[in-house]
């Protein structure tokens, strides 16, 4: 599913790619939302990760709990860490996060503790969103940052940045492009 950026009042609906529903040939193991009231702003390139721009939509959210979200269902979460993933030149942040309502989220506080409670999780999903385009015959995706998740300080900023973005953008302070502001 994915939110319909481009579309009046931004529905949730399921992923197309060109004319087809969009179907991922790997299995996802955690939860995979947005932030909102964010946006990563094409028009800003960030000089600590290439100076790739921003890919215009909200940011994205990986949220690694025991629990399956339903589609649409809203969680309040605890920021982990962040992923750089440079994806055909744009920058489209993962922020790992846990639920707040999770029996583990006390033990989970930074980029570290994920290992030590969810060992292999943080290289599991960094594979995951390297990999998942090539069986469409696209390149793998890359990673800024080293190729390592960033700290919740760190991931905390990528989310504070995107959100004084998301304010200019509805205050029409930023143009918006195809974006639907409706």
Do not use: C
């Not at 964010?38 to 960030?46: R, V």
């Not at 920021?79 to 942040?93: S, T, V």
């Not at 390297?130 to 080293?146: E, H, Q, S, T, V």
């Amino acid at each position: 599913m994915e939110v319909a950026t481009d579309e009046p009042f931004t529905p949730i609906k399921q992923d197309t790619k060109k004319g087809k529903l969009r179907y991922y040939p790997y299995n996802i193991n955690w939860n995979y939302g947005l932030l909102p009231q964010t946006w990563e702003d094409p028009s800003f390139a960030n000089h600590e990760v290439d100076g790739a721009f921003g890919d215009n939509d909200p940011v994205d959210v990986v949220e690694i709990g025991d629990s399956r979200g339903k589609i649409g269902q809203i969680l309040k979460v605890k920021p982990l860490g962040a992923l750089a993933m440079i994806d055909e030149g744009e920058l489209d942040w993962k922020i790992v996060a846990i639920s707040l309502d999770d029996p583990r989220a006390s033990l989970v506080n930074d980029v570290d503790d994920v290992e030590k409670h969810f060992p292999g999780t943080l290289t599991a999903i960094r594979d995951w969103f390297r990999d998942y385009k090539i069986p469409d015959g696209k390149p793998a995706n890359k990673f800024g940052l080293g190729n390592k998740a960033a700290n919740k300080d760190y991931a905390l900023q990528v989310i504070t940045e995107a959100n004084e973005s998301w304010a200019k953008l509805v205050k029409r302070s930023t143009p918006s492009g195809e974006l639907s502001l409706v």
